[in-house]
């Protein structure tokens, strides 16, 4: 377990060996290794905290028992002695002091105080600090303890590079782990980058039985391409392929040591690559070791699945239905199908002895015809147009509409020397005080001539 433990406005990391540390062999270990670097003595007395005020008690409980886990923040809280006050009299007595009255005025006097605790970040003296320990909850500038010592330690040469050590933290949030020897969280598997720019992980997972899980990516100009193929008895079972941008989830300050300035999109990068890639090659392997589903909406049980079948329309139950036996025997239960019945049609029926999947479709049937009936009696207005004759090309004005577009269906009924539109009323006077012109449109002074 490793863990972060703060002393005099120093911040260390603990790697406590074991699957269950227990709070003694944390408190050794600050004693015998970090009191020292500090400049403290081995008999210094102290008290250990996770909030800086309520202490933890040490009665060989396990950090676990606590609610511990893998990248907390332990605050050591050093004990000091109370200040003696010295009275007047003491104050003008000019008598020696020798070193046992010394000592004696050091000691302290009753129980033990704490002092406050050490705060260095304005973080740290708003409150407890809430830091991310997957992938999915990192927010813009955060990234999970474990993925800043996996980035450090990997030696990160390009973005495809760090991509790749984002995807290994996920197939390991996921449970796979790297085949061959045993690795560290904090170590990528040997082997992971070859010179040519090829990145190949191998992993197994406890879920899967004996399959095993290739993932090769290649860099594909600004795309990095993800294979993973599933092995099952020698056999390639399932493949699947991913295409990232590492643009989108890289900054520009991915050579730094930081993970959290050199990451970005780490929410959306979980949910693509485990959406897409993890969850499948899981599901597929269970499959073809003819093992139970692990998730999905196969391994709800039945209660959740018809609360979730009541929130679609009748469409989605239909077509899910025909997916499988167990969604076709979720999809006849009475109560679905009653409730979709008073959802859509507002209609209470009291009597018990009914077959709501009947009386729905009997309804959904009644209600479509009128439907269809309403459509039928709504009058239409047909409008068929009339064929118009294309005029051949005639010479024309130039500049007029039919020099622009000759190929337009014109109805010439008059002469092409007047205006296609009058400009005169029925008693023959000109509108808007406009003279009759001679031929072709009227003039439209804002263009030029062609």
């Known amino acids: 377990?490793?863990?972060?433990?703060?002393?005099?406005?120093?911040?260390?990391?603990?790697?406590?060996?074991?699957?269950?540390?227990?709070?003694?062999?944390?408190?050794?270990?600050?004693?015998?290794?970090?009191?020292?670097?500090?400049?403290?003595?081995?008999?210094?007395?102290?008290?250990?905290?996770?909030?800086?005020?309520?202490?933890?008690?040490?009665?060989?409980?396990?950090?676990?028992?606590?609610?511990?886990?893998?990248?907390?923040?332990?605050?050591v809280l050093l004990r000091q002695p109370p200040a003696v006050a010295v009275t007047s009299g003491e104050t003008s007595s000019t008598a020696p002091?020798?070193?046992?009255?010394?000592?004696?005025?050091?000691?302290?006097l009753g129980p033990p105080l704490l002092t406050e605790p050490l705060q260095t970040s304005d973080e740290l003296d708003s409150g407890p600090v809430w830091e991310p320990m997957l992938c999915s909850e990192a927010e813009e500038g955060q990234s999970p303890l474990s993925l800043e010592l996996l980035y450090?330690?990997?030696?990160?040469?390009?973005?495809?590079?760090?991509?790749?050590?984002?995807?290994?933290?996920?197939?390991?949030?996921?449970?796979?782990?790297?085949?061959?020897?045993?690795?560290?969280?904090?170590?990528?598997?040997?082997?992971?980058?070859?010179?040519?720019?090829?990145?190949?992980?191998?992993?197994?997972?406890?879920?899967?039985?004996?399959?095993?899980?290739?993932?090769?990516?290649?860099?594909?100009?600004?795309?990095l391409i993800i294979n993973a193929a599933l092995t099952v008895a020698g056999t390639i079972y399932s493949a699947h392929k991913l295409q990232l941008k590492a643009s989108?989830?890289?900054?520009?300050?991915?050579?730094?040591?930081?993970?959290?300035?050199?990451?970005?999109?780490?929410?959306?990068?979980?949910?693509?690559?485990?959406?897409?890639?993890?969850?499948?090659?899981?599901?597929?392997?269970?499959?073809?070791?003819?093992?139970?589903?692990?998730?999905?909406?196969?391994?709800?049980?039945?209660?959740?699945?018809?609360?979730?079948?009541?929130?679609?329309?009748?469409?989605s139950v239909v077509r899910l239905s025909?997916?499988?036996?167990?969604?076709?025997?979720?999809?006849?239960d009475s109560t679905l199908w009653r409730h979709l019945y008073r959802r859509d049609f507002s209609v209470h029926h009291r009597s018990r002895d009914v077959d709501w999947r009947e009386l729905y479709k009997k309804s959904y049937k009644i209600h479509s015809e009128r439907r269809r009936a309403l459509r039928c009696c709504l009058p239409s207005f047909p409008f068929t147009p009339v064929p118009r004759p294309l005029l051949p090309p005639v010479p024309g004005i130039i500049g007029g509409e039919y020099d622009q577009r000759p190929t337009l269906p014109y109805d010439l009924h008059y002469p092409r020397n007047n205006p296609i539109f009058p400009i005169a009323d029925s008693a023959g006077r000109l509108g808007l005080g406009l003279h009759r012109p001679t031929g072709g449109q009227m003039a439209n002074i804002r263009r030029g001539l062609i």
């Open 1 to 75: 377990m490793k863990l972060r433990v703060r002393i005099n406005k120093q911040t260390s990391r603990v790697d406590l060996p074991g699957e269950e540390p227990t709070l003694t062999e944390l408190s050794d270990v600050i004693k015998q290794t970090l009191l020292p670097s500090t400049g403290l003595g081995l008999n210094t007395e102290f008290s250990l905290s996770l909030n800086g005020s309520e202490l933890l008690s040490d009665s060989g409980q396990t950090l676990s028992s606590f609610g511990i886990v893998s990248g907390d923040l332990i605050c």
């Open 97 to 108: 002091i020798t070193d046992d009255q010394q000592t004696a005025t050091q000691r302290p």
């Open 152 to 223: 450090h330690s990997a030696r990160v040469r390009s973005p495809n590079d760090a991509v790749i050590v984002a995807a290994h933290l996920l197939m390991l949030e996921t449970g796979f782990t790297p085949q061959g020897n045993e690795l560290t969280p904090k170590e990528m598997p040997a082997g992971w980058r070859s010179v040519a720019g090829v990145h190949k992980l191998e992993y197994v997972h406890p879920l899967c039985g004996t399959s095993q899980v290739s993932v090769v990516a290649v860099s594909m100009g600004p795309l």
């Open 248 to 315: 989108s989830y890289v900054t520009d300050e991915w050579p730094g040591k930081s993970a959290a300035a050199a990451f970005k999109n780490l929410k959306k990068l979980s949910r693509v690559y485990k959406d897409q890639l993890v969850y499948p090659l899981i599901a597929a392997a269970r499959e073809a070791t003819a093992l139970p589903v692990a998730f999905g909406l196969l391994a709800l049980p039945p209660e959740l699945l018809l609360r979730v079948l009541r929130l679609l329309d009748v469409h």
């Open 322 to 332: 025909a997916v499988s036996r167990h969604f076709n025997a979720s999809a006849a």
